[in-house]
């Protein structure tokens, strides 16, 4: 490993993940920063001697691979929050395609949580490397999801109109049949 393969590393994956979760909240979290810093902290040691190329760069593609570990668990908290937000609409998920719709959506967000459950445990197997992967791809998944549900505007919105007339309706026989039940019971009683 060698200062090069950091600074390759850095640009493809850790720039990338960083501003996604920078993006999301309009903020870098603390955790992120600090393992950029120590990263930065052992490239340092290289430059000014204290240690060579190769353990340089290992150590701060270590902080740096931490830092993205980080990042994941931050997307997948973020998007555990979309999906809350999401959850919590008024509307009848049901109507859109038939119900296929929301079944897909809980089957997929389920096969994210279940990856990332891997992943978590391939980190507590000091497996970094593989929970690397791992999380690699529970965050394809997520952007893979948000895509196919969180961006579906148009028909949400449909449904969105649907359950709401759908409520109104009821809400309006209800009312009436509410009356008429009274009247009949009045009638009765009288």
Do not use: C
Not at 111 to 135: C, H, M, P, Q, T
């Amino acid at each position: 490993m060698q200062i090069k393969d950091v600074f390759e590393f850095y640009q493809k994956y850790t720039k990338p993940i960083y501003a996604e979760i920078e993006a999301k909240r309009n903020q870098i979290p603390v955790e992120l920063l600090f393992e950029t810093y120590a990263s930065f902290d052992h490239l340092k040691r290289y430059y000014l001697n204290e240690d060579s190329d190769k353990e340089s760069g290992f150590k701060a593609l270590s902080h740096l691979k931490r830092g993205i570990l980080d990042a994941f668990k931050l997307k997948l908290k973020y998007f555990h929050d979309d999906l809350e937000k999401f959850l919590s609409l008024k509307i009848d998920f049901e109507l859109i395609d038939n119900g296929a719709f929301i079944k897909n959506f809980h089957k997929e967000r389920n096969e994210i949580y279940k990856i990332a459950k891997v992943a978590r445990l391939n980190e507590s197997k000091k497996d970094i490397d593989e929970a690397f992967e791992k999380w690699y791809e529970v965050s394809v998944k997520i952007d893979e999801f948000e895509k196919k549900y969180f961006n579906k505007l148009d028909k949400i919105e449909w449904a969105k109109k649907k359950t709401f007339s759908w409520i109104n309706k009821d809400s309006i026989r209800g009312f009436i049949i509410g009356i008429i039940s009274s009247l009949v019971v009045w009638l009765i009683t009288k």
